[in-house]
């Protein structure tokens, strides 16, 4: 009975979630895009037998890539559906989209929507990517024969404590994927102990990520340029920059250090600046360059698709959403460009990929943000010390690559190809 439950309380939920979809398109116009296929209304028809990959925001759209990347080139004729549910995640995707592939809104998990989301684009296999499973979903698929699996599959200590006090209503959906490919060794326990299926502990597709070459030129002249050595804040979120700011005002002057703030969320980019600027600094914004960015006291990277070229740039990255208990962004792209990372104490999203990290000298972890600007400026009055920080994260990307071969093999099992 638990699910019909859920679902009544799901339906009752949609008044308030068109309310929450206005109110983030002020922000954001693309919430406001297309908004009836949250509700499971797509126009005109779709033709049948794609690969369907959910991303649910940017950072899984991102991981989407690599893996749509790799079907591709063992699958040419491969069409693609690719689902979101952020705006960042669906802006991020269209880039992915080649002719005969379709883009969408997961639909809201209501038995309807989701009914009416399989009838119309009738995929072949779904594939959730990390985290995103839900129960109406999940059973509608089972029930139609659709293969449904978690691929690049991880589950925190804290997600798991949710799921087991839910388990009436989170252990059937898990138990009926029809498979769960995990990260880690760490994950796949995890999964388990949820009542997934686990068929393969294959990596984290991200590593196998290829920085582009045009953007990692773009940003080493960017470095070369700037005159000084270049200590980024990558993918900060809101409350981190305030204490940022705040660390650097202990000193005075300035070290002799460009300073690259790079938000995580896109409609947050006024507000750092502004924020920069409350401080006492001067601030030179990425939308604002030509050539390259100005002597300022901060540069803010406020543009999408860019990260390895501010990687590139930077001599030192400290890691978003790690200094607040936010559980910190993933670290394998800014490994993969060769940069350096300190982390704060936070990082239970990606505890085995910064543990490892740490162990290979590609990381170092602190206890503050304070103590985070202190290391990050230590590590480059050092040049031997960086620079063999920087081989080390090079190094531990290589080192852990693989998954997107495995991943997109098993895919087309699935489907037959």
């Known amino acids: 009975m638990i699910r019909p439950l859920y679902s009544l309380l799901v339906i009752g939920a949609q008044p308030f979630l068109r309310r929450k979809l206005r109110r983030r398109g002020e922000a954001e116009p693309g919430y406001l895009h297309a908004v009836g296929e949250r509700f499971g209304q797509y126009p005109g028809t779709a033709e049948p037998g794609a690969v369907w990959i959910h991303a649910v925001s940017l950072g899984e759209t991102r991981a989407a890539a690599i893996l749509i990347d790799r079907l591709r080139k063992l699958s040419p004729g ?10 960042t995640g669906r802006a991020e995707g269209e880039r992915l989209l080649r002719e005969g592939d379709a883009q969408a809104w997961l639909p809201w998990d209501t038995p309807q929507a989701v009914k009416r989301f399989l009838n119309h684009f009738q995929p072949s296999v779904g594939i959730l990517m990390e985290t995103e499973v839900w129960p109406n979903l999940v059973a509608q698929c089972k029930a139609r024969g659709v293969p449904l699996v978690l691929a690049n599959a991880r589950l925190s200590a804290k997600s798991l404590r949710q799921a087991r006090r839910l388990a009436r209503l989170s252990r059937p959906a898990y138990a009926s994927l029809a498979a769960v490919w995990a990260q880690t060794e760490g994950d796949a326990h995890r999964l388990a102990q949820a009542g997934a299926t686990v068929k393969g502990v294959y990596g984290n597709l991200k590593f196998d990520a290829q920085p582009d070459s045009a953007q990692l030129e773009r940003g080493r002249a960017w470095r070369a340029a700037a005159g000084a050595p270049v200590i980024m804040f990558a993918s900060s979120r809101e409350g981190e ?47 604002g360059w030509a050539d390259g960015p100005a002597p300022t006291d901060i540069w803010i990277g406020d ?55 740490q162990e290979a000298g590609a990381a170092e972890r602190v206890d503050s943000m304070q103590e985070g600007v202190r290391a990050a400026l230590a590590l480059i009055a050092q040049p ?17 690559q693989g998954a997107a071969q495995k991943t997109a093999e098993a895919v087309l099992g699935l489907t037959g190809r």
């Not at 002799?256 to 938000?263: A, D, E, K, M, S």
Request: proline fraction near 6%.
């Open 78 to 87: 491969v069409r693609i559906l690719l689902t979101h549910g952020t705006a």
């Open 241 to 287: 920059e305030e204490e940022f700011f705040r660390a650097l005002r202990n000193f005075a002057p300035l070290p002799p250090v460009r300073w690259l703030v790079v938000p995580r969320h896109p409609q947050r980019f006024d507000e750092v600046a502004a924020l920069a600027a409350q401080h006492g600094f001067t601030v030179s914004r990425r939308s």
């Open 303 to 357: 543009s999408l698709g860019e990260m390895a070229q501010y990687y590139a740039c930077a001599d030192a990255a400290l890691l978003g959403g790690s200094f607040a208990p936010l559980g910190g962004q993933n670290l394998i792209e800014a490994a993969a460009c060769g940069c350096p990372v300190i982390m704060g104490p936070h990082t239970f999203n990606f505890a085995e990929a910064a543990q490892l990290a």
């Open 384 to 400: 031997a010390r960086q620079a063999a920080a920087a081989a080390a994260a090079l190094e531990f990307a290589r080192a852990h």
